[in-house]
């Protein structure tokens, strides 16, 4: 069965930090570009990081210098940093495919980050 779980979230002041999880099975998890993705309430979803089957990350630039994404293909398991939190960045993440997310959507992990 193909799914992403997603984990980490929580609620954090201005200025903290969050490291989310996102566990993905039944795909050849190290031969995939993958992304972080988050929806805030009334927007749409938007990308927020990126990483390809080879390392190369690429970041939105609402969070470039703040947040870091990494994978664990042994564990098929890729990551996000998030540091110097802002109230803005608080939305539902997500994980999928990246660019074009073909995987089921997960039930995310939910981010607040007070001011």
């Known amino acids: 069965q193909v799914q992403v779980v997603e984990s980490g979230g929580g609620l954090v002041q201005a200025g903290g930090s969050l490291r989310l999880s996102c566990a993905a099975s039944?795909?050849?998890?190290?031969?995939?570009?993958m992304g972080w993705y988050r929806q805030a309430p009334g927007k749409q979803r938007e990308m927020v990081a990126t990483?390809?089957?080879?390392?190369?990350?690429y970041f939105a630039d609402s969070v470039k210098g703040r947040f870091a994404i990494s994978r664990d293909n042994s564990v098929n398991t890729v990551y996000l940093q998030m540091n110097s939190l802002k109230p803005e960045d608080t939305a539902v993440y997500y994980c999928?495919?990246?660019?074009?997310?073909?995987?089921?959507w997960g039930q995310g992990t939910q981010v607040t980050v007070s001011s």
């Open positions: 999928n495919i990246y660019p074009i997310p073909t995987l089921q």
């Open positions: 039944g795909i050849s998890f190290s031969i995939y570009n």
């Open positions: 990483i390809s089957s080879r390392g190369s990350t």
